[in-house]
């Protein structure tokens, strides 16, 4: 099929790519001319794991190219995807300003049948509103789906090319049919629902996940006050299939682009029409106060944090990304330097995103590698867990610090890996 994706965020970059590889003609828009001459060039925008090889590839192969002209992208597509932001208002709301530029753009640039499909994240209801808005503005016969996304950074190719289930939301027969041939090879799990629905899933989805991890949290305090260690608890628990074992990793909360996000935009939904969830309040709570855990244990070992010098491990919001955007290092670092500590910061691939939103660059030490961030600090405090981090020899660390105080954000350590060294070692949830 002929596809066009607007917007090469996260989520139209990597579909762009992968649909492309799976054979069909791609056409990825977008407004930004640089970025588009970037791609053009072989530069991919975003670090992400296996992407640029696929990219190359299809491109090489005629199946995918990019611009910034949409009428052209339009008229040749079969099916259009919108894939452009829908970042939070300041009241938590989702900002629906780019998906209605882009509806009513590529309404005018109708020239017959178009399938047009969202993939961005959207409140119940915004499909239909875009269907009505598309139907005044066009003469022409089109269907609107929600397909909405749910790729993870990190392993954002690997979840596209095999996702656990597609969700098609329509009412529409023909475009069902479309869709769900196109996603065949993907995967042979595809749930055909109704328009709301599907817009639903997906914010549904995201808060149960944060839910998840909010309460192995909370479960992970109790267990420093009782005695227990949370891992061994969740291990435990993730062995009942109606659980689940994954995430119930405890650790410093959640950050990243979607699920801070998405908490709020349904606690905004919820609330327009007049109910309040207050379990997902909660979770939201608990995960902002869950970061600083982190300071609470430096202080509890190091006493005032005043001209002590502090190294920090990771600055994304989880490994494998180079995406900063709500990481909890943010106010980690933030804390610190009202505190008065001197930091040492260093991340595999994420510095440069970091120290572009960080007001307070300047009043930071900056290091190439794991081992300079941590040379003669007071304590090391590991935020992200990259796997550099995991293969780093312990007894060559305590050597270089001054202190050998190490608090594990993500408890990446095992007991036996610091019992053999001198190290006091705090983690999350777990026995010191
Ligand atoms: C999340 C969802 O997992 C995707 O399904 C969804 O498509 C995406 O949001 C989106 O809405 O676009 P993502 O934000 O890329 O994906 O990352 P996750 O792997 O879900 O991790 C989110 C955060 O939770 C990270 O900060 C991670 O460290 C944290 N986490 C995850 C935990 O603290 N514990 C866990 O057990 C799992």
Known sequence: MNLTFIGTGYVGLVSGVCFSEIGNRVTCVDNNQDKVDQLNSGIVPIYEPGLKELMEKNKAQGRLEFTSSLSQA????????????????????????????????????MDGYKVIVTKSTVPVGTNDNLKDMIGQLTSHAFDIVSTPEFLREGTAVKDTLHPDRVIIGTENERAAKMMTELHKPLTSNIITTDIRSAEMIKYASNAFLATKISFINEIANICE???????????????????????????IGYGGSCFPKDTDALIQIA??????????KSVVEVNKDQRFNVIDKLKHSLGDLKGKRIGIWGLAFKPNTDDVRDTPALEIMESLLEEQAVVNAYDP??????????????????????LAAAKDCDALCLLTDWEEFKEQD????????????????RNVFSKEQVSQTDFQYYSIGRPE
């Not at 608890?233 to 119930?248: H, K, P, T």
């Not at 572009?356 to 190439?368: A, L």
């Not at 007894?395 to 050998?404: F, R, S, T, V, Y």
């Open 394 to 409: 312990l007894l060559a660390l305590q050597k270089i610090m001054k202190q050998p105080i190490l608090i594990d954000g």
């Open 349 to 370: 691939v994420a510095a440069e995103n970091f120290r572009k939103g960080f007001g307070k660059c300047d009043s930071v030490e900056w290091s190439t590698d794991a």
């Open 225 to 251: 006050k009782v005695g227990a260690d949370v891992t061994e608890v969740a291990a435990g628990m993730g062995q009942d299939r109606r659980i689940g074992s994954s995430f119930l990793q405890a650790g």
């Open 74 to 109: 339009v008229q040749e597509a079969d099916v259009i995807f919108i894939c452009v932001g829908t970042p939070p208002l300041p009241s938590g709301e989702a900002d629906l300003t780019y998906i209605k530029q882009v509806a009513h753009d590529i309404a005018l640039e």
């Open 271 to 280: 609330g327009n029409v007049d109910y309040e969830f207050k379990l997902l």
